[in-house]
């Protein structure tokens, strides 16, 4: 099992950024998919940007241009830089893993269905004022 400690939310102006960290932990020897997802009041979870078992990053049209995945596997941690954010961007933002153990475990647009992954973090607010 991995566990998933995010950090970096808070509150911005519209036209701010933020850059969220996600801490791995646990079975880090295994290869994961990992990607993150946000879920705003009354609307379902969804996917923002991703990294697939290729290692391609997938990524949310509302958020192309704007929001870039990165890591440092050496920290065992996952980054979303987010730029230009807009009031729509506010949302609980969640770090989330599965593992993908081979090439074609998780390919392509469907690793930005929150469905695919079977473990999350906590969770980091981002609050984004007009």
């Known amino acids: 099992q991995v566990q998933l400690v995010e950090s970096g939310g808070g509150s911005v102006q519209a036209g701010g950024s933020l850059r969220l960290s996600c801490a791995a932990s646990?079975?880090?020897?295994?290869?994961?998919?990992m990607g993150w997802f946000r879920q705003a009041p009354g609307k379902e979870r969804e996917g923002v940007v991703v990294?697939?078992?290729?290692?391609?990053?997938w990524s949310a049209d509302t958020v192309k241009g704007r929001f870039t995945l990165s890591q440092d596997s050496a920290k065992h941690t996952l980054y979303l830089q987010m730029n230009s954010l807009k009031p729509e961007d506010t949302a609980m933002y969640y770090c989330a893993a599965k593992l993908c153990p081979l090439l074609g475990s998780l390919k392509g647009r469907q690793a930005l269905g929150f469905n695919s992954y079977n473990y999350w973090g906590q969770g980091t607010q981002v609050t984004v004022s007009s």
């Open positions: 990294l697939d078992s290729y290692g391609i990053t």
């Open positions: 646990g079975d880090i020897s295994s290869r994961y998919c």
